[in-house]
């Protein structure tokens, strides 16, 4: 149980272009999903909050116009990469929190396997 | 703010011998730590969390708050342990949940 899934996996843009990336909860429901960078061999960055039905909450430093974030339904959160550049190129990582389990007391994030985004 | 730091980049030992990866916190609150695992190729996946006090895989790991540590150890170490580590303090009250991680430590566990 607990499964985050990613798509793309990877993906290839051009300078210029927007790109979209999906996480979804598989077999839980998550109100709360969060958004993090990671650059090669170094820690993941929080990027943002995703909360179903409102707005995401973004970490300071990071442009909202430029990293749209959508939580239309409990299982979905979409990350767009809008005008993309290449300093965007990055591994970019979702996880997820059980609804159920946080209504009694468990936080813990469920991870997704990723997203590779080149941008050239 | 809060601030996870793990002070060593890389940590090599032999098969059977202790290892010790460090991991130290600054918040000004009351701190829920984890350890995070990332073997190669695979997500992120939590190892352990402090409030549980539970040990997986024979590591374990204790917050000191005095010394505001939360070190993971392992008496004796085999090669399947080879993977990234990463120190997490969960910050915001638990109704918020959001987790900060230190800079990780790459454990590489020769035979």
């Known amino acids: 149980g607990a499964v985050v899934s990613q798509h793309p996996s990877w993906v290839i843009c051009k300078s210029g272009t927007s790109v979209k990336i999906e996480c979804r909860s598989l077999d839980f429901q998550a109100t709360t999903m969060f958004w993090y960078r990671q650059f090669p061999k170094q820690s993941l960055m929080l990027m943002a909050t995703?909360?179903?039905?409102?707005?995401?909450?973004?970490e300071q430093g990071v442009e909202k116009d430029k990293f749209l974030i959508n939580h239309a339904s409990l299982t979905l959160s979409t990350l767009t990469v809008t005008s993309a550049h290449p300093e965007d190129s990055s591994f970019y990582i979702c996880?997820?929190?059980?609804?159920?389990?946080?209504?009694?007391?468990?936080?813990?994030?469920?991870f997704g396997p990723g997203t590779r985004l080149t941008v050239t | 703010a809060q601030r996870v730091t793990q002070p060593e980049k890389l940590l090599s030992v032999f098969k059977g011998a202790p290892v010790e990866l460090k991991c130290n916190y600054s918040?000004?609150?009351?701190?829920?730590l984890f350890w995070y695992v990332q073997y190669s190729r695979q997500r992120l996946q939590l190892l352990l969390r402090h409030i549980s006090r539970e040990s997986i895989k024979g590591f374990t790991a204790d917050l000191n708050k005095g010394e505001t540590s939360f070190h993971l150890k392992k008496p004796f170490a085999q090669e399947e342990d080879s993977a990234m580590y990463y120190c997490a303090l969960m910050t915001g009250g638990t109704s918020y949940g959001k987790l900060t991680f230190g800079q990780g430590t790459i454990l590489t566990v020769h035979p």
């Open positions: 918040y000004s609150g009351s701190p829920e």
């Open positions: 996880s997820a929190r059980d609804v159920w389990l946080a209504g009694r007391g468990s936080y813990e994030q469920y």
């Open positions: 995703s909360n179903e039905g409102s707005k995401a909450t973004y």
